[in-house]
T-cell receptor, first 112, second 114 residues
Framework: DAGITQSPRHKVTETGTPVTLRCHQTENHRYMYWYRQDPGHGLRLIHY???????DKGEVSDGYSVSRSKTEDFLLTLESATSSQTSVYFC???????????FGPGTRLTVL | GDSVTQMEGPVTLSEEAFLTINCTYTATGYPSLFWYVQYPGEGLQLLLKATKADDKGSNKGFEATYRKETTSFHLEKGSVQVSDSAVYFCALNTPQGGSEKLVFGKGTKLTVNP
């Protein structure tokens, strides 16, 4: 399994506060992704990265920003958290081509 | 755009029953197809994959065949166990603009009772 860790694993925060979630990988995979998982919606892509400092938006990017200053780290920031951002967030990595993605264990975020 | 449709759940079966979870897709080009499994409280794990038409992916007793003519990739298992209880996601992967993104179905929750 690809070595993917996410931190924190659980977080409770208040509306309007900034939140940063971290994804760290040890496999030197080129591509990294942030998803959110909500009941009835499956997984939805928030942002992804195809290299250091190269990122792009997914289907639900509003209210989120990302940064990737090193191959191994991909940060997801909620500038001002809202209750609609309560979700489980998954990070994933991929080498390239038609390959599978490897997922981290997830972060459960609750915004009160 | 590309999309994946899988059968609505939840699915409840008795141990040793036969399982089929339907998955159909719409895609431009020639996608790779995947089934992922998510056990309670965990992230997604790759269960099996197929990269071209007529390929059969298999793992842990699960099988799925890439059917280009029917744009389908149905998941099957001949005899399910309680430990197979999980959420199953069908997905496809097509390169777009130099990057690769997975498109997921909404997931099918399977519960297997003893």
């Amino acid at each position: 399994d690809a070595g993917i860790t996410q931190s924190p694993r659980h977080k409770v925060t208040e509306t309007g506060t900034p939140v940063t979630l971290r994804c760290h990988q040890t496999e030197n995979h080129r591509y990294m992704y942030w998803y959110r998982q909500d009941p009835g919606h499956g997984l939805r892509l928030i942002h992804y990265s195809y290299g250091v400092k190269d990122t792009d938006k997914g289907e639900v990017s509003d209210g989120y920003s990302v940064s990737r200053s090193k191959t191994e780290d991909f940060l997801l920031t909620l500038e001002s958290a809202t209750s609609s951002q309560t979700s489980v967030y998954f990070c994933a990595t991929q080498t390239s081509g038609y390959n599978e993605q490897f997922f981290g264990p997830g972060t459960r975020l609750t915004v009160l | 755009g590309d999309s994946v449709t899988q059968m609505e759940g939840p699915v409840t079966l008795s141990e040793e029953a036969f399982l089929t979870i339907n998955c159909t897709y719409t895609a431009t080009g020639y996608p790779s197809l995947f089934w992922y499994v998510q056990y309670p409280g965990e992230g997604l794990q790759l269960l099996l994959k197929a990269t071209k038409a007529d390929d059969k992916g298999s793992n842990k007793g699960f099988e799925a065949t890439y059917r280009k003519e029917t744009t389908s990739f149905h998941l099957e298992k001949g005899s399910v166990q309680v430990s197979d209880s999980a959420v199953y996601f069908c997905a496809l992967n097509t390169p777009q603009g130099g990057s690769e993104k997975l498109v997921f179905g909404k997931g099918t929750k399977l519960t297997v009772n003893p």
